[in-house]
């Protein structure tokens, strides 16, 4: 689901995430030229530009300045960056973590004022450039869809054209929702030529645009559909790592399913899109794989008690046979959601941590990319697990709903 490549803003950051330069001030006090600039470029305007989903530019001194007191305070916090990962499990592409050191600086420079610096020092932030190194089509909802208010979760799938028309490979995505005050998430699944018969079938069979499709895209379920990509809360997604590709048949049309939820806003029309890079040949296909327990996906196995805190579920399966790699993950609760893990457990007893998110924001659900595939051999055994704190006076299981609960990890395979 979902690979990050974040806009790269020509920053010089040594590897700590310390910026290049010094002070500039006889107070010795951190100005923006020199020395916060730098970090904001580094870990801040992949959002916080004109028209980013950070709702507010940092792109410039003077944009800046006036937000200071409330980086200061969201960099304390650890609100921001929105990094969620835990230190200590793999190292990521794309690191928008904060060291102790460049935290500090914000903090001592909002302190201070927020003084100017001398514009000599600027590193002339860019505006980000697209996070795909090129477009070469978009897939675009058929016609703007009004989501449904009988129920505040409406699923939706569409049915649009692949641009090409022959064997090819899908090797990066973007997708941008139109209106995000009510979509959910979105996932692409592959419609191959022997299905699309079925998936006409449903689209001509509903009077309004699309379809009705909880639980997968409407022939298959959610485990047995194959994924082309997805997108949640603060997800990113960009280029997949070097030399893999998601296989696209001849024929193939994409599925995408909209899940809409209207319970805190105004059913409005959207027409969300996806950008899509695509190549002839890759070194290696690939897959996205859901990872979640199956019994969960029927109902059972994941009950949350009512007035409980910490309850805690787990998923592992162990692979006979090894001879593949992953290449990000990513993971996925709804609001209950505390703390999240997808680790590999070696038969000799020992463990490696792919991902762990200790603090879940439904807000950020972003997909970490490992700076190394890693190998899974035969014996390894893949876990997700999950914990949730359930306040409510109900109890709360695995279903498809914004106030339902999910435990599920997404990875990117190749074999």
Same mark, same amino acid.
């Given at each position: 689901?979902?690979?990050?490549? /974040? ?6 950051? &040594? ?9 500039? #001030? ?8 020199? &020395? ?42 650890? @609100? ?17 973590? $904060? ?8 903090? !001592? ?15 002339? $932030? ?7 190194? *090129?477009?070469?089509? #978009?897939?675009? $909802? ?8 009988? *129920?505040?979760? !409406?699923?939706?799938?569409? $049915?649009?054209?692949?641009?090409? !028309?022959?064997?090819?490979?899908? =090797? ?5 929702? !139109? ?6 998430? /979105? ?56 030399? =893999?590709?998601?296989?696209? @048949? ?57 007035? #409980? ?8 399966? =162990? ?16 609001? /209950? ?12 007893? #020992? ?14 659900? *972003? ?7 890693? &190998? ?40």
């Amino acid at each position: 689901m979902f690979v990050l490549l /974040l806009a790269a803003c020509g920053t010089s950051v &040594d590897s700590s995430g310390e910026p290049a330069g010094d002070s500039g #001030t006889p107070s010795d006090a951190p100005v923006w030229y020199g &020395d916060v600039e730098p970090i904001v470029g580094a870990s801040c305007t992949g959002c916080h530009v004109e028209g980013g989903i950070g709702g507010f530019s940092l792109d410039s001194y003077d944009a800046a300045k006036p937000m200071a007191a409330a980086m200061a305070s969201s960099v304390q916090a650890k @609100k921001m960056p929105p990094w969620k990962a835990d230190d200590g499990c793999r190292e990521y592409r794309d690191d928008l973590s $904060l060291s102790p050191e460049a935290l500090q600086r914000i903090v !001592d420079w909002a302190a201070a004022g927020a003084l100017e610096g001398d514009a000599a020092k600027s590193i002339h $932030l860019a505006a980000p450039v697209e996070t795909l190194s *090129r477009v070469d089509a #978009t897939l675009t $909802l058929p016609v703007p869809y009004t989501p449904s208010t009988t *129920r505040p979760d !409406d699923y939706r799938c569409f $049915l649009v054209d692949w641009p090409v !028309d022959h064997d090819t490979y899908m =090797t990066g995505y973007v997708i941008r929702p !139109d209106q995000t005050s009510i979509v959910h998430h /979105l996932v692409a699944y592959i419609a191959p030529p022997e299905q699309l018969a079925e998936f006409e079938g449903l689209d001509a069979q509903d009077e309004e645009p699309g379809w009705t499709c909880f639980g997968g895209p409407g022939i298959a379920n959610q485990q047995d559909a194959e994924w082309l990509g997805a997108w949640a809360p603060g997800g990113t997604s960009g280029d997949f790592p070097d030399g =893999t590709g998601i296989p696209m @048949k001849t024929g193939s049309k994409v599925v995408l399913q909209m899940h809409y939820n209207t319970s805190n806003a105004a059913a409005v029309a959207d027409q969300t899109t996806m950008d899509v890079m695509y190549d002839d040949d890759v070194d290696v296909p690939a897959t996205i794989q859901p990872w979640a327990d199956p019994d969960w996906l029927d109902g059972t196995g994941m009950e949350i008690p009512a007035a #409980t805190n910490g309850t805690e579920h787990e998923f592992s399966f =162990t692979f006979p046979r090894g001879g593949f790699q992953i290449h990000n993950a990513a993971l996925h609760m709804h609001q /209950l959601g505390r703390t999240a893990r997808l680790e590999v457990d070696h038969k000799d007893g #020992t463990s490696d941590c792919l991902l762990a998110i200790s603090d879940w924001d439904f807000n950020w659900q *972003r997909t970490y990319t490992f700076t190394e595939p890693y &190998d899974v051999q035969g014996g390894d055994a893949l876990k997700v697990s999950c914990t949730w704190d359930n306040p409510g006076s109900e109890e709360v299981n695995w279903g498809e709903g914004t106030s339902d609960e999910m435990c599920l990890g997404t990875m990117l395979f190749s074999y």
